[in-house]
């Protein structure tokens, strides 16, 4: 039987509060020091060039069936043909990403600094938690839950007798520290809000690769099936006047 545990306000001041807070601070913090740290890139013209070929393909994708049949099969031609269509790549000319980062000095210095400022701050604040906040327990959520979240909300705690509702300290920490996007796209914006989940899936690559998404964008762009739907317009509207009239 799960035992339930009056909490102390004084962890609600001096726990809770302080953590949450500090959290806040430490991500406005560090998104202005990184945005200090990064240094200004003129963009590749082959890149920027890829991107809007990419675009005007997806806008061909989305209004095909608004255009006639003859100039749907000219522009698909002219995107997609195996001799100059533009998002035709060869295979011998394919760009491999981590050569490519490599390459470049400053695009390995930029994912260093960007990886120093998420690494650095995240280590300190955890330090500072599991030293002054162990073992505390923090709040509680006011719904049950299952067992499965007992590994997740009471991290720290090895106690199986304290019901599942009640988050430790140290879990309140990973809780502030992914799932404060919210509150910084609201006081950073929606495009400068640290996403700390984003920035971890980001180590794990090597910058990106735009032989591929041409070549998926080839791919979508020859299974589309045209229908041209000016014909059934008049249908259409006939349709919707029937109604209205009668």
Known sequence: ??????????????????????????????????????????????IVKEGQVIVRARNLRAAANFIPPKSFRSRRVYFSNEENGLLFVPKGQAQNAQAQMFSDPNMAMDMMKKNLSMIIPQTLTFAWVNFFFSGFVAAKI?????????????????????????????SWYFLNLFGLRGLFSLILGEENATDDTQRMMQMSGFGFDPSKSLGAEKDGLDIVQHEWALPKFEHRAEAVLKKIVS
């Open 1 to 46: 039987m799960a035992e339930d545990l009056v909490l102390d306000t004084a962890i609600r001041d001096w726990v809770l509060i302080p953590l949450s807070v500090v959290m806040v601070l430490i991500g406005i913090l560090r998104y202005f020091v990184s945005k200090l740290m990064r240094s200004f890139q003129v963009p590749d013209h082959k």
């Open 142 to 170: 006011p719904f049950p839950l299952t067992q499965r979240f007992r590994s997740m909300l009471q991290n720290g705690i090895d106690l199986s007798t304290v019901d599942v509702s009640y988050v430790s300290s140290r």
